[in-house]
């Protein structure tokens, strides 16, 4: 899982300038939930530009404290340091929750037991093969929030300090 892009976008990088692509690059382990193939052992990679200092990662780029959403998402969204959700999945459940009054709670048992397709963590993964209450809750938050700057025509930005649970709240 890679940023969408391989060189810098800040407009004024001395980087983008002279058409360098981002070489400072960090690689770790994480899951990613799939709606048909279940959960699956996957590896994303963050890329840094050294002369502006953005960190760029697959659906997000950080710049002094602030996390701004890419315009054009991917098909996977990080939910979790090392958790990314399928959209497809996010948004089965964005309308069980919306129309069902389904709970993310059974939102949560109805991915695990039905849908992962009895996947176990492989041994000495770290990232579990567990789907969270909270990775639900994240992930519908994220979704709904991209979707409501979407119809704005406006860009999601959000601290990227403290804990995940607060960062949406402003």
Not at 42 to 50: P, S, T, W
């Amino acid at each position: 899982l890679y940023p969408p892009s391989h060189s810098c976008l800040h407009p004024n990088c001395q980087c983008r300038a002279k058409g360098m692509t981002l070489k400072k690059a960090a690689q770790t382990h994480a899951v990613l939930f799939m709606l048909t193939k279940g959960p699956c052992v996957a590896k994303y990679v963050h890329l840094y530009c050294q002369s502006c200092g953005i960190n760029y990662h697959h659906n997000y780029s950080v710049f002094k404290g602030q996390c701004t959403y890419y315009e054009h998402q991917p098909d996977n969204i990080q939910v979790a340091d090392h958790v990314f959700i399928e959209k497809g999945i996010i948004e089965l459940f964005c309308t069980a929750m919306d129309f069902s009054w389904t709970s993310a709670t059974n939102c949560t048992k109805l991915y695990n037991l039905c849908l992962s397709h009895g996947k176990q963590t492989p041994v000495h993964y770290k990232v579990k093969f567990k789907l969270s209450v909270e990775h639900i809750w994240d992930g519908y938050i994220i979704a709904s929030l991209l979707e409501d700057c979407e119809c704005c025509m406006s860009t999601l930005v959000a601290p990227h300090t403290g804990e995940q649970r607060d960062q949406f709240m402003e």
